[in-house]
């Protein structure tokens, strides 16, 4: 047993063997804490942690986090060290597969134009990349849209279609992250002459669109399963199909044919940055997706990585708080197109070029982004949203003006502030008339998505549409009082209805001396972390700040007794103007219990272990 790990009674635990399906323990009986989270063991069953240690020769800490995460026992091979081999669908199993795989290899060797409609997100923004970068390397010809958020909003619109047709002579089109509530576009599109072929992964409805191909593992009629795909996997599996029908048709006899796997980094990238669970085929993908980064052949993220400082082997971190940001930034305040362009540059001072706008957009995108969140947080709280009950189950805010690239943000900053639903409206002008552009984050166990399609069937928005965690749409001015009560009162009885509540569930309790480099390095081979894999939560009981100081903008740095010798390294992002930074300025010597997790801190040439505070609660007693 790890002797960092302690799971008797301070945390909650019994003797007895833990079911999954039974009531989890409450920790320290913390149910309310200074960011308004009850918290939890993560229920496991402990013979299924017996048994992972004696079948695989496990530590009880890694055989606790993988039997936590429902890894069954014959699957922690494929957990540990997950395959594209093993875990990569066929992907003819997908409903029109085949026939879009077909139409596109047929217009790579009829010399057609293939023209790309991608959306102007991470998602999209690599998958556009990867089809384009493999229709080009097999012989074809492409033709780019990304459009532009502000004058053209979400999803294809039909002068844009038609334009790859009029400017390009594009006779297909593929929709990449978007497409399938495109009914009207898709329509005027065939009605051009032009096949289309949606590729998409977000929720559909029981119509879909009169496309040639309608490529989505989340169509109601889907039976293939692999639904958690981001748009880039499923982009990946079609150029897997074109590729397999382009060999058997002989087009590579006298052409080399290309390597799918050196484009896995866009795939690793788009696919964490959709949020979307990093588990199964997902997994394989980024796992793999982060090797081919670490190699650097791509010239565009290669020069992103040095923009942005990345100095050490890149992991899901990189790829969603350091890479992400900066090519989601062309799209949301700068220029849609540029994330594309930076990863199918093959010319170095190209890319650098590229980077380095990528990376001034991202820091003009942070200043918008703080003056919209203040702007959102005031309007919340000056109408009683301090409460948890005035608030109601959605945090929802809007504002004349707010820019509609960074809306998305600031409702998942109110999300992880209020622990709830959150979302944000951006209103332009004057008069009842007007449409906002609204953007939501949910919290696990919420289908926004599934909601904001309702509200459009309801006829309370113009259009709308999303996954379970993240979800677009437009309102009317005049019907935004509407849309609220109706989104609160959907998310409050189903709230009601599955027991949600604000919750941490942790992983286990650590003493301080207990965080060291080996116990951060045990941790790191369960990764990547993301969504479907949470990274491990551990709590630190009875903790005594020795030091704590802002630092940056709106973070707390601070250290934790560790023992005669020495302390361990805490910081609180983020947490300045909470509870939870008052608490750790303040501390004046009273105990905390602390909750957060390890990892690893490179600075200057050092390394060291950190423990990242995202809550806490004074210790009684």
């Known amino acids: 047993m790890c002797p960092s790990f302690l799971a008797g009674p301070e945390i909650g635990s019994t003797d007895q063997p833990q079911d999954n399906a039974a009531e989890p323990a409450r920790i320290l009986g913390v149910e309310r804490s200074l960011t308004g989270r009850r918290w939890l063991e993560r229920p496991v069953d402990q013979r299924a942690v017996q048994a992972l240690v004696q079948r695989w020769e496990l530590s009880e800490l890694t055989a606790r986090v ?19 081999r093993d875990l990569l669908p066929d992907p003819d199993r997908f409903l029109d597969m085949a026939q879009g795989a077909e139409r596109l290899a047929g217009a ?25 970068r493999f229709i080009r390397a097999a012989g074809g010809r492409t033709a780019i849209h990304i459009p532009d958020r502000i004058k053209e909003g979400y999803g294809p619109n039909t002068p844009a279609i038609l334009g790859l047709k009029d400017n390009h002579g594009a006779s297909v089109v593929v929709t990449v992250d978007c497409g399938t509530l495109a009914f009207e576009p898709v329509a005027a599109a065939r009605d051009a002459g032009i096949d289309v ?46 590729n397999r029908v382009l060999r058997g048709a002989g087009w590579y006899a006298t052409r080399s044919e290309p390597d799918l796997l050196q484009w896995l980094d866009m795939v690793a990238l788009g696919t964490v940055c959709d949020v979307v669970p990093l588990t199964g085929i997902n997994r394989a993908l980024v796992i793999q997706g982060l090797k081919v980064l670490a190699a650097r052949r791509n010239p565009g993220l290669r020069a992103l990585a040095d923009v942005a400082g ?26 849609s197109d540029l994330g594309y362009r930076l990863m199918t540059t093959e010319h170095a001072d190209e890319a650098w070029h590229l980077a380095r706008r990528l990376d001034a957009f991202n820091r003009e995108r942070q200043a918008i982004e703080g003056e919209v969140l203040a702007g959102a947080m005031a309007q919340l709280e000056d ?20 820019h509609p690239g960074v809306i998305g943000i600031v409702a998942a900053r ?24 609204g953007s939501g984050r949910s919290v696990k166990g919420v289908d926004l998505g599934a909601a904001i399609i309702a509200a459009r069937q309801a006829g309370l928005i113009e259009k709308g549409g999303g996954h379970a965690m993240a979800a677009g749409f437009t309102v009317a001015r005049d019907k935004l009082a509407a849309f609220r009560q109706f989104l609160d009162a959907r998310v409050a009885a189903h709230m009601a209805e599955s027991g949600i509540r604000p919750t941490l569930y942790l992983d286990g309790a650590l003493r301080p001396d207990a965080a060291t480099e080996d116990l951060v390095e045990e941790i ?25 100081d802002r630092v940056g903008e709106n973070h707390v740095k601070c250290a934790v007794a560790k023992d005669a010798r020495g302390v361990v390294e805490g910081i609180a992002f983020r947490a300045l103007d909470s509870d939870l930074g008052a608490a750790l300025l303040n501390h004046d010597g009273r105990l905390l219990h602390l909750a957060g997790r390890l990892r690893f801190n490179s600075w200057n040439g050092r390394t060291t272990v950190q423990f990242q505070i995202e809550d806490a609660q004074p210790a009684s007693g």
Request: with cysteine.
């Open 383 to 402: 109408a009683g949203g301090a409460s948890a009950n005035a608030m109601g189950a959605v945090a929802l805010a809007h504002g004349d003006g707010w």
């Open 414 to 437: 109110l999300k992880e502030r209020y622990n709830r639903p959150a979302c944000v409206i951006s209103f332009n002008g004057g008069g009842d008339g007007d449409l906002g552009v």
């Open 524 to 548: 790191a081979k369960l990764g990547p972390f993301g969504a479907g894999n949470p990274e491990p939560r551990f709590v630190m009981p009875h903790a005594r700040l020795t030091y704590a």
């Open 66 to 84: 993988l039997a936590g995460r429902g890894v069954a026992l014959e699957e922690v091979p494929g957990f540990l060290a997950p395959t594209l």
């Open 310 to 335: 990345v100095d050490e082997t890149p992991t899901a971190y990189h790829l969603g708080f350091v890479l992400g940001p900066r090519v989601n930034a062309g799209g949301r305040v700068g220029e």
């Open 197 to 242: 072929i949606v590729v998409d992964h977000h929720t559909a409805e029981a119509d879909l669109p009169r496309a040639e191909a309608v490529i989505n593992p989340n169509r109601l009629d889907e039976t293939a399963g692999h639904g958690q795909l981001a748009a880039v996997g499923v982009t990946f599996l079609l150029i897997v199909a074109v």
């Open 108 to 132: 790579v060797m009829q010399g057609e134009c293939i023209g790309i409609f991608g959306d102007y997100d991470v998602d999209g923004a690599t998958s556009s990349a990867l089809l384009s």
